[in-house]
């Protein structure tokens, strides 16, 4: 058996597969995050190695597998944050997660360095506060006796793999979300660092996502009630680990978006794709030698969880489907109300810290279910700006899988296929497409099955949502309508966040 572990925004979704990947039994165990004005977006790491720890025993009671049956495990985790810790590896503060865009200062004084086009051409990514680099440079001008404490820094699945094994190290899927990392050499930037004015030896070593870190300590395997010679292999960052959930493991796989707390829209690549205008990005992918192009937006999931939390007294699953049912049939752009799904900020395409969110053409005719429904189509407008983006730079979308938990909704998929003009294919694996793509992921480290292409047989598609010629042809217009609402708010959003 495999253990696989998750490390989302709002909880640890684990899982128990079958040595060649295959799920037995699933748990959710979560944890809070902290946000607040300025960009703030915290968690405290000891949150999420308990998660591992009761996650791990859950699983182990609900199967009821015997812990010497468990072959080894390997974790997915949410990238681009900031764990800083002192020479005992114990965390000097709260993690700085994805979602904080405090470290706008530190983006400027790095681009003022080395540039935006040289970074985007080391990085494959361009310099932005939702980065790694950016947000320990924040610690250390702004907090300098806590960044005085500071001996390594890791992001999420790193300190859970610490605490497991006592080796601290990363792979090239998370490296290369950190801002620090070149994607030609494979090693740390020199540049990066000295750009940042940081010290080479606060970062961990990078292996492959596919190696074996160690086996548990016997503090470890004490928590988490697994025998200490359980091998932990690396794993990756949830968007490469989730592209291998959703089989898209090389190019001929086609592409895939996730409807998580953020949404992106991704494929495996044999080469880094760079975009001219820099709206999109490429990680190192988990699957060895190869890259994964990616456009991300802050809040796709996370702007559909927000408008049911506001628009129902007591929020809750059943209230959000019952809102998204009643989207179905109601009217948004088509009557003139959009929404901008810019709570956190955005990265792709617009890289812009001060975007913030919107309703636009609100009138007293609109209720509940046309404000829901906004925001789905919304969401639909920025990702297809993104895959806009792709095609320009000589990609081909022409379908897209469908995973994280929005893709449990035939409501929003077939807004997705209407908006973006292409097939839309919901697997069977939805939320759980990250602990599998870590399952398999371990499963190819110890040797259990052969490569990345046993993910291709572990979902399959359960129902394809086809566009709507004629809808397409009127999405296309309104999403020109959704981009000018944009455009002439980006003037007032700057100066508000500066006023």
Not at 27 to 54: C, I, K, R, S
Not at 481 to 494: H, I, P, Q, R
Request: aromatic letters at 8%.
């Amino acid at each position: 058996m495999i253990l696989a572990h998750d490390l989302g925004t709002t909880g640890n979704k684990a899982s128990m597969h079958t040595d060649d990947g295959r799920l037995v039994s699933a748990v959710t165990v979560t944890y809070p995050a902290h946000f607040a004005d300025g960009g703030l977006a915290e968690q405290d790491p000891e949150d999420w190695w308990n998660a591992v720890v009761q996650a791990t025993r859950d699983l182990l009671a609900r199967s009821e597998v015997d812990p010497s049956q468990v072959t080894g495990l390997a974790i997915s985790g949410q990238m681009m944050g900031a764990v800083l810790l002192d020479a005992e590896y114990r965390p000097v503060r709260p993690a700085i997660i994805w979602a904080d865009t405090r470290s706008s200062a530190q983006t400027a004084a790095l681009e003022a360095v080395i540039g935006q086009g040289r970074a985007y051409s080391l990085l494959g990514h361009r310099l932005n506060p939702t980065y790694s680099l950016e947000k320990i440079m924040w610690v250390r001008d702004n907090e300098p006796d806590v960044f005085a404490r500071v001996r390594h820094f890791c992001v999420a699945k790193d300190f859970v793999l610490h605490r497991l094994t006592g080796r601290l190290a990363t792979d090239r899927s998370d490296a290369s979300a950190t801002n620090a990392y070149d994607q030609g050499r494979g090693a740390w930037s020199p540049d990066m660092l000295a750009a940042a004015g940081l010290d080479a030896s606060l970062f961990p070593e990078v292996l492959e996502s596919t190696a074996i870190v160690g086996t548990l300590t016997a503090a470890a395997a004490n928590a988490t009630g697994l025998p200490r010679s359980t091998r932990v292999v690396m794993g990756g960052g949830d968007g490469p680990i989730a592209a291998v959930g959703a089989g898209i493991v090389a190019p001929e796989d086609g592409a895939y978006v996730c409807l998580g707390t953020s949404s992106w829209i991704s494929f495996a690549s044999d080469t880094p794709v760079y975009d001219p205008l820099m709206r999109t990005m490429t990680f190192d992918n988990v699957v060895p030698g190869s890259y994964v192009p990616t456009a991300t937006m802050q809040a796709g999931g996370a702007a559909l969880a927000w408008v049911s939390e506001l628009l129902n007294p007591h929020p809750s699953s059943a209230a959000l489907s019952a809102l998204v049912a009643d989207a179905s049939t109601a009217g948004a752009s088509t009557s003139g109300l959009y929404f901008l799904p810019y709570l956190l900020g955005e990265r792709s395409p617009y890289w812009d810290p001060d975007a913030a969110g919107a309703f636009l053409g609100i009138g007293r005719h609109h209720g509940r279910a046309a404000m829901t429904r906004a925001v789905l189509e919304g969401v639909a407008f920025n990702l297809l700006s993104c895959i806009q983006a792709f095609r320009e730079a000589g990609a081909v979308v022409d379908r897209i899988d469908a995973i994280g938990g929005g893709a449990a909704s035939d409501v929003w998929l077939q807004i997705l296929a209407d908006v973006w003009g292409v097939p839309v294919r919901r697997r069977t694996i939805v939320e759980e497409a990250n602990s599998l793509g870590a399952a398999v992921t371990a499963a190819v480290g110890l040797g259990l099955v052969d490569d990345f292409g046993a993910a291709r047989g572990l979902s399959e598609a359960t129902a394809e949502f086809v566009p709507d010629d004629s809808r397409h042809t009127d999405y296309l217009g309104r999403h020109r309508v959704f981009l000018d609402g944009y455009a002439s708010l980006e003037t007032w959003n700057s100066g508000r966040t500066r006023s």
